[in-house]
Nanobody, 125 residues
């Protein structure tokens, strides 16, 4: 079992930056691929970014590519999402997720085993 707790959300003006953190406890953190997803009001949850076990590979949704950076610190059992040049359309609840499977599409929710409770990010115009 893995417990995930997100933090770092808040209210920011358009063009600003935030860094989200997701702290993991439980089984060995480095054995999980970690992802970030988000859900805007009235919309389905969508993929944002993913990072592999040692951080060697990352993959981003087109909507955030070049603005967001995912990273991880396995010594601290934490994954981060650095968000720059934020836009009002980035407003959403952001969730981190962990997956043990090495197969399956990175952006698909069904391949992820554990989820955090989410942290709200609000970008004002």
């Amino acid at each position: 079992q893995v417990q995930l707790v997100e933090s770092g959300g808040g209210l920011v003006q358009a063009g600003g930056s935030l860094r989200l953190s997701c702290a993991a406890s439980g089984r060995t953190f480095s054995s999980y691929v970690m992802g970030w997803f988000r859900q805007a009001p009235g919309k389905v949850r969508e993929f944002v970014a993913v990072i592999t076990w040692s951080g060697g590979r990352t993959y981003y949704a087109d909507s955030v590519k070049g603005r967001f950076t995912i990273s991880r610190d396995n010594a601290k059992n934490t994954v981060y999402l650095e968000m720059n040049s934020l836009k009002p359309e980035d407003t959403a609840v952001y969730y981190c997720a962990a997956r043990s499977k090495s197969w399956g599409s990175w952006p698909e929710e069904r391949w992820y085993d554990y989820w955090g409770q989410g942290t709200q990010v609000t970008v004002s115009s």
